[in-house]
């Protein structure tokens, strides 16, 4: 949670505040980990931000492509490039 949600970057000083942004950030992860699938395999948040910024800019790419083009998001070959960089485990 420190990493990638933001745990440790709150500059609040007030209790309720702070209490609000750490159950923000540890819910941030318990949101990623149900949505990974549970006990699907070894949980990295590392793997889910690389997936959502590989998504991002994949359907970037797509949103710019001429309208002629024929690409499809469910060919075995783009579901790969949504997982490039992701740990394998």
């Known amino acids: ?5 933001g745990l440790s970057d709150c500059q609040a000083r007030s209790v309720n505040k702070l209490d609000y942004h750490f159950n923000a950030a540890l819910s941030a992860v318990n949101v990623a980990k149900v949505e990974q699938g549970v006990g ?3 949980f990295s948040m ?5 997936l959502y910024h ?7 790419f797509f949103s710019i492509l001429p309208k ?6 469910n060919d075995p070959r783009v579901r790969q490039l ?3 960089g992701c740990i394998a485990a």
Do not use: S, V, W
């Open 54 to 60: 590989n998504r991002l800019l994949l359907d970037r």
């Open 82 to 84: 949504y997982h490039f």
């Open 40 to 42: 699907q395999q070894p």
């Open 68 to 73: 002629g083009t024929k690409l499809e998001k």
């Open 46 to 50: 590392a793997t889910i931000k690389t």
């Open 1 to 5: 949670a420190k990493q990638f949600t």
